[in-house]
Every structure is written in C-alpha cells, then in structure tokens.
C-alpha cells in the first residue's frame, strides 16, 4: 500500500500556471517508481476525470484531450515524487487534483476493466485544491 500526499493546490487566475506534486510518505511499503502514477481531478457534480498518467517505467505518458498541450507529468525518482506542471490554467480546470497509483496507466485500465477502469486504481491521496479564477 502506498500512502500519497499531494501538495502546490492553490488560486491562480486564468492563463496562470500551477505545479502539484505527489510524494509517497515513508509508511509507503514501495517507492513510487514501482507504479503506474497518475492524477485525477474531480470538480463538484462532475466524474473523476483522469488527468494524466505516467508507466512505472517511464515508457508511457496519458494525456486527457481536454489538457494535452498544457499539463506535464513527470517523474523525479530522486526525490520518490511525480509532479504535474499545469500551465495556461482555465476556469474549467478548477477541481480537487488527486494523486493515485495504478498497475497500469488509463488507457490499459479502460481495455481491461471498461467502464468500471477507475475502479481498478490502487491507491489514492487526499488530494488538493485548484481553483482559477477568470
């Protein structure tokens, strides 16, 4: 079981930028590197949206369509932590961001499980706040 604690929510204004970051706590009984990683955000009255998601190895990073092109995940395996570097922020992306740990990335999870993928995700964290104000 991971332990995930997110960090680096806050306000911004629309256009502005934000870097959340996800570290695993020393309770946790693997690094994160072992795992698929990925964030999830949840606005009020909405689904959980799968924001982005990158492979235990790297090899593979998601994107959803609605922030590819401004939303980076990356990995720092130093520092047992995964950040996700949001950009050219826009009212819609406000939301709860959510760290979670997977087998595997969003796209594998869909092909498996269909429209229960979501609920094959291992762990998750508290999560933090975005709010962007136009």
């Known amino acids: 079981q991971v332990q995930l604690v997110e960090s680096g929510g806050g306000l911004v204004q629309a256009g502005g930028s934000l870097r959340l970051s996800c570290a695993a706590s020393?309770?946790?009984?693997?690094?994160?590197?072992?795992?698929?990683v990925g964030w999830f955000r949840q606005a009020p009255g909405k689904e959980r949206e799968g924001v982005a998601c990158?492979?235990?190895?790297?090899?593979?990073?998601e994107y959803a369509d609605s922030v590819k092109g401004r939303f980076t995940i990356s990995r720092d395996t130093a520092k047992n932590t995964v950040d996700l570097q949001m950009d050219s922020l826009k009212p819609e992306d406000t939301a709860r961001y959510y760290c979670?740990?997977?087998?595997?990335?969003?796209?594998?999870?869909?092909?498996?499980?269909?429209?229960?993928?979501?609920?094959?995700?291992?762990?998750w964290g508290k999560g933090t706040l975005v709010n962007v104000q136009s």
């Open positions: 020393e309770a946790s009984e693997l690094p994160l590197d072992h795992y698929a």
């Open positions: 979670v740990t997977a087998i595997a990335c969003f796209g594998t999870l869909r092909e498996r499980y269909g429209s229960g993928w979501r609920d094959a995700v291992d762990d």
């Open positions: 990158v492979t235990s190895n790297d090899d593979r990073i």
